[in-house]
């Protein structure tokens, strides 16, 4: 039996140690144009602040995956024969597979600005290695930055360009920042975060146009408020989508959406060809389709879709959505329902005197469904388990300490959250989530 995997990110090599797990003797080649060697995407601000070299960026030993005889193949697919079981790669190199798994990520999103496609010199991404290289090379020419997306990538880049001396201008056209994961208060607690270390963030404000010199090296953005700011560097970090681009021309195709559609199996409208990860895209019980691009969750998909290519019988339901990430020096965790909630929700939040720091907890119908909070360390675990426990919200404001990492500068005093809580339930102020 011979395993192919297209993609070696945590999706793709999750699979292929799965695979090597169950099945000692089958041949397992992964497939990847970015990189030899898997790395930790997350991680890439830190190897730009210099903090880690690429090599730190590698989870597992290099000789792991010859441990695992796990072959490495580096290249870029461009043909996917199912008839004949077989990919091309773009030097020409064929090979054929048994059983093929799609892992092939994201891509960024890009816009058709006026202006954006003469700027051939100084527009970024900052999801893959090379656009890792990019930043780098571009740095030390850089005087001033603009950023535009207002989600966990873009800050990760504001706060890489603010390292190296970078003066930076930060664009994000909501009412605040990133309401698809924060409500307002908490979004502007960031947004002030974010203004004290020096950058110029500028709430409700889009592109209007690009605009290069004679080299094609960007040098000044406009906004439809009528800014222009000068920069050197233009870093668009507004979303990602499922890379399957390429996939659309090859031979034969698998159905594609916003994704690869896969039933709850993993598999794909072509026999034995699966997908998992940033790529894939499953149909809810409503029929609404679902992509899950969150690290989390392409590695649970790589384990599980393993397990369906070795023929055992799996039906994949998401995880409670949970994230932790940090803005710049805050600590954030996140699980279940915060954003766009039922009318009926009703919310509790805390913000700390004097700190960055908030907690959130959001009910329905009497048991918690979401946690959002910011400046301090918490085991997501533990509300997860709340959530399905349906636990009330005063049950597990009496236990909240028990999500608290025990961590020298991550723990906050709970006094004043139990006593605002108290308050909170004399006064029978529940509010609107």
């Known amino acids: ?56 960026l590698e989870p597992f030993e290099r000789k792991a995956y010859d441990k695992q005889k796990i072959d490495r193949v580096r290249g870029w697919v461009r043909d996917l024969n199912a008839d ?3 990919i091309r790669l773009e030097d020409g ?47 030390p020419s850089t005087k001033r930055a603009v950023v535009v997306g207002g989600g966990l990538i873009g800050v990760e880049l504001v706060e890489c ?12 056209r909501e009412s605040w920042y ?5 409500a307002k208060e908490e979004g502007e607690l960031i947004a002030n975060h974010i203004r004290r270390h020096g950058v110029k963030l500028h709430i409700e404000h889009e592109v209007n146009a690009v605009r290069a010199d004679a080299s094609g090296r960007v040098v000044s953005v406009s906004t439809n408020k009528g800014l222009d700011l000068p920069c050197q560097m233009l870093g668009i970090c507004i979303g990602v989508r499922p890379a399957v681009d390429w996939l659309k021309p090859v031979t034969t195709p698998p159905e594609i959406n916003r994704g690869i559609k896969v039933n709850q199996s993993f598999q794909t409208t072509l026999p034995d060809v699966f997908s998992a990860g940033d790529c894939a895209e499953f149909v809810r019980p409503d029929g609404s389709p679902l992509v899950e691009q969150i690290w989390y969750a392409a590695k649970r ?3 599980l879709a393993a397990r369906a290519m070795l ?13 932790s990430a940090k803005f710049f020096d805050i600590e954030y965790t996140t699980v279940g329902d915060v954003t766009r909630l039922p009318d009926d929700a ?12 908030s907690i959130r907890v959001i009910e329905r119908n009497g048991s918690v469904i979401g946690f959002n909070m910011l400046g301090s360390r918490w085991d997501h675990t533990w509300f997860e388990r709340w959530i399905h426990e349906r636990r009330s919200m005063e049950d597990v404001m009496q236990q909240l300490h028990l999500a608290q990492f025990d961590v020298e500068f991550g723990r906050v005093r709970l006094d004043g959250v139990r006593a605002a809580f108290a308050e909170y339930l004399k006064t029978g102020s529940r509010r609107a989530a």
């Open 1 to 56: 039996m011979h395993y192919v995997i297209i993609g070696n990110g945590v999706a793709g090599i999750t699979a292929a140690f799965t695979l090597r797990e169950r099945d000692r003797h089958a041949r397992i080649t992964v497939i990847s144009g970015e990189s030899d060697y898997f790395i930790s995407r997350t991680a890439l601000m830190y190897a730009y602040m210099d903090r880690m070299n690429l090599r730190d």
């Open 84 to 86: 004949q079981r077989q």
């Open 93 to 139: 190199r064929k090979i054929i597979y048994d059983r093929l798994l799609l892992a092939v990520g994201s891509a960024p999103n890009r816009f058709q600005w006026p202006g954006l496609n003469a700027a051939k010199d100084g527009v970024v991404h900052f999801v893959s290695l090379q656009h890792l290289a990019e930043c780098e090379g571009l740095t």
């Open 161 to 172: 360009l603010v390292h190296h001396g970078v003066e930076v201008d930060f664009l994000v």
């Open 178 to 182: 990133w309401p698809m994961a924060l």
């Open 301 to 303: 998909q790589g384990e």
């Open 311 to 323: 023929g055992d019988a799996v039906d994949y339901k998401p995880s409670l959505f949970y994230n």
């Open 346 to 357: 009703t919310s509790f939040l805390h913000r700390l005197p004097g700190d960055a720091v």
